[in-house]
Structures are given as structure tokens and as C-alpha cells.
């Protein structure tokens, strides 16, 4: 907001001219890296609560004998008597058996949720239920794996979600701060790991990701489409790692699912590879 006010010549306290602000950050890579995101509760359907620890199995280095696996995001496993069939018709109702866990992990000072329960991608209702409820009980945020990641697999979906409530607390407050001082006028766009722009209002956490490697592959194809070539490398080195993507047909390639610090999460994303230095 400084550097608008200076380019724009606006002084403090004064409104700014009618602007459009496009924002890349990496405060959600950082966050996540750097486990400073929110405490979680995860509300998932019973019998399912230790899954985002055993998660597929699969592991970093095959062959170590002493394997550890990360360590998980989420503070605290509430399992919910709730239960849909396959199809999404319903076999067990939501009931208030999980509102006394609740309590207690609002009394441990955990306020934000996310919440992921079998075939919620065939049919939202029960997690929409539920975060109501948990939002009645005083949760200041609730993550749903139905919006996020409406698809098959619960697995993708909880992982989503309980990326998305962590980031939640410290990217809205980072939003919401530059909004204010851009004033009503503005207006305000994310770069997503898509390589698009998002509007504040309708910006999810997760989807900030990876917006710096995809700014670059967009710079990159854009650049390469300009100089009349349709497949190109982009090559995005920096300080600390460089980041390699393929452009074919003039724009990047998409992927559905990508592993940020160790943590798989289902975003839409330009397909970049990320290397050390």
C-alpha cells in the first residue's frame, strides 16, 4: 500500500485515485513452510479421523529404515456420527454428539475448522449443516472439503481443507488490512496458483500457494507468445530454487493437484517444478 501511494503521489490519509491493485504474495507458502498457520480442528466422519495421518502410504524415501512421517497440520480429530452412501443419499443424520468435543477444543483455544466427511463431493448438505453449527458454537472459521475440492477421493479433500482453515486466519487478516488501506474504490485481484486473478471477496487460502511460480510461467509464456513461439521452457531462477515448466500451444500446462511443503493438497495450478538450490 506504500509503494501505491508513493507511485500514484497520494499522501497519507488521502484517498487514493481509482486504481486496479493485482497482489502475488507468498505469506501462505511461508506460513506453511514455516508451520505458523492456526491451530486446527478437523471434523471428519467417524471411524475415518486417523486418516490424514496413515494419508496413501506412500513414502518420501522408500528404503529408510527409520521412516518419519511429517508431522500433521491439524491440532485435533473430532470424528462425526454422520454418514452418507455412495450415491449421497443419507444412511446416518448429523447428530450433537461432536458438540461436547467441539467445546473442548474451543475452550483449548482452537477456533478454526475444517471439515471433511465421506461423499460430501455427491452431496454438500451435511458439511454446510455442520458448519453452521460449529460457527453457532463460536469457531471463528470452518474449511469445507465440498467447496474446496468438490471430487471423489477423501483423502484430497480432507488434506485440502485442513490446508485451507491453517492459512485461513493469517491471509484473510493480510487481505483484509491492504483492502482497507486501498479504500472502496480499488480494485482488488490475487494471483492465484492458476496463474489468474482472483478478487479479494471470493480469495480461498490455498489457492495462494503457489502464485509466485505461476506468475513467472505466465510472464514467461506471454513473453515467448510475443516473439512468435508457441512451445517454450520457462526457466525462473532465483536466489533459493528455480522453477521449470513446460508451455505448449502458447500457454502453461494445468494441474489439479500439487505437494507444498510436504502437504498434498487439490488446487488448480500451472504444472511447475520446483528445484533447490
Known sequence: VLGARLLTGTGFGQPFPPIEFRLGTTRGTNALLERKGAPVALFITRGFGDLPVIRDQRRAD???LNHRRPAPLHARVIEVDERLAADGSGLNPLGVEFESAARDALAAGIRIAAVALLHSYRNP???????????????????????????????????????????????SAFVENIGRGLGIDSSFLIMTSAGGLEPAASFRPKDSL?????????????????????????????????????????EPQPAAQRE??????????????????
Not at 132 to 158: Q, Y
Not at 218 to 244: E, N
Open 260 to 277: 507444498v511443503a510436504g502437504y498434498p493438497v487439490r488446487l488448480p495450478s500451472v504444472d511447475v517444478h520446483t528445484i533447490g538450490a
Open 62 to 64: 522408500l528404503f529408510a
Open 210 to 250: 503457489l502464485a509466485g511460480p505461476a506468475g513467472g510461467v505466465v510472464g514467461a509464456a506471454t513473453s515467448a507468445r510475443a516473439l512468435g513461439y508457441s512451445k517454450s521452457i520457462a526457466f525462473d531462477m532465483g536466489g533459493t530454487s528455480t522453477d521449470v515448466a513446460l508451455v505448449l500451444g502458447g
Open 125 to 171: 448438505m451435511p458439511e454446510r449443516a455442520l458448519r453452521d453449527r460449529l460457527l453457532a458454537l463460536g469457531f471463528g472459521h470452518v474449511s469445507l472439503s465440498s467447496e474446496l475440492a468438490p471430487f471423489i477421493k477423501l483423502l484430497p479433500r480432507t488434506e485440502s481443507a485442513i490446508v485451507d482453515a491453517t492459512l485461513a486466519p493469517v491471509l
